[in-house]
Nanobody, 125 residues
């Protein structure tokens, strides 16, 4: 069974950093794009950042995280990382990783087939 599992969330102060991981099993993880989404309380889920499955390029879907968040892939461990620096209260959300059955990135949640359970990130002010 294809599975994704996020970890690394927690409670941090404004300006702090977290590194989230997305570990895959049950499918050829490295062939596919991996997207990070987040859902804040009372808001809809939004695409944040995605890494392409072919060339490793990154696509930013949320302007507010540019310069603060980066995505990377460890092919040997079938893991994608989301490095989050200079965290702000508006970054507070449940963060999900997801994979489409494709090597290219999408912004729409419905294009993704596999989802993790999410990890909570809370930024206190």
């Amino acid at each position: 069974e294809a599975q994704l599992e996020e970890s690394g969330g927690g409670l941090v102060q404004v300006g702090g950093s977290l590194r989230l991981s997305c570990a895959a099993s049950g499918f050829n993880f490295d062939d596919y794009a991996i997207g990070w989404f987040r859902q804040a309380p009372g808001k809809e889920r939004e695409a944040v950042l995605c890494i392409d499955g072919t060339d490793g390029s990154s696509t930013y879907y949320t302007e507010a995280v540019k310069g603060r968040f980066t995505i990377s892939r460890d092919k040997a461990r079938s893991t994608v990382w989301l490095q989050m620096n200079n965290l702000k209260p508006e970054d507070t959300a449940i963060y999900y990783c997801a994979a489409p059955k494709a090597s290219w990135c999408h912004s729409a949640p419905y294009m993704y087939d596999y989802w993790g359970q999410g990890t909570q990130v809370t930024v206190s002010s």
